[in-house]
């Protein structure tokens, strides 16, 4: 049971470009989403999160937008950067408790120079 | 702060042997969590501890896999015995309760079973 569907699987933006990847979820008991960015060899990293009392959070060229009613949310990246290539995974959480994360399956994105 | 440390970074071993994969949790932190990612699966949680006593160890696929937590600074995960479809990254994470809800990894550890 896949309880956070996240696409594309794959995503190539040129340098300059706008990456955009979308996730939804079905459990309505989600109240926190982050994005963990994954570069070769690394572990997952938090690189931003939105609560859904918000439908946008953004920190420099990294916005998230949210869409409570729809039960999506999605990563923008403006103005791609090729050190910006890595995996990005969407996750959503129930607070209290662990606060464990389900993930998404990730998105590999390349961004040409 | 180091971050997350595990050990080895990679790690070759033939089907039927005893594999045990090693973790420092970042120093305060109370939640420590093992993931595997695959390709085919993506990243699943196999097992946490809270204070070093195993919470929940349902995603741990089978009982050749094991894990301990002898104290707050230490956390093994142990397969025994391997097989090729044990071909995977394993991380480890480590959270604070008190800190909000975002994880630290480690930089994982690369298993082939051959």
């Known amino acids: ?29 989600f109240d ?20 859904p009392d918000v439908s946008e959070k953004k920190e420099g060229r990294f916005t998230i937008s949210f869409n409570k ?9 403006m103005d791609s950067q090729p050190g910006d290539s890595a995996t990005y995974f969407c996750a959503a959480v129930v607070s209290g408790g662990s606060y464990i994360p389900t993930f998404g399956r990730g998105t590999s994105l390349i961004v040409h120079p | 702060d180091a971050g997350v440390i595990q050990s080895p970074r990679h790690e070759v071993t033939e089907m039927g042997q005893e594999v045990t994969l090693r973790c420092k949790p970042i120093s305060g932190h109370d939640y420590l969590f093992w993931y595997r990612q695959t390709m085919m699966r993506g990243l699943e949680l196999l097992i946490y501890f809270n204070n070093n006593v195993p919470i929940d160890d349902s995603g741990m696929p089978e ?12 956390s093994t995960l142990k ?8 071909s995977a990254v394993y991380f480890c994470a480590s959270r604070s309760s008190g800190t909000g809800r975002g994880y630290t990894f480690g930089s994982g550890t690369r298993l082939t079973v051959v």
């Open chain 2, 63 to 74: 009982d050749r896999f094991s894990a301990k937590m002898p104290n707050a600074s230490f």
């Open chain 1, 1 to 29: 049971q896949q309880q956070v569907k996240q696409s594309p699987q794959s995503l190539i933006v040129q340098k300059g470009g706008i990456s955009i990847i979308n996730c939804a979820y079905e459990n309505t008991a």
């Open chain 2, 79 to 86: 397969i025994q015995p391997s097989e090729p479809r044990d």
């Open chain 1, 32 to 51: 926190y989403f982050p994005w963990y960015q994954q570069f070769p060899g690394k572990g997952p990293a938090l690189l931003i999160a939105i609560r």
């Open chain 1, 69 to 77: 009613s729809a039960k999506q949310f999605s990563l923008h990246i």
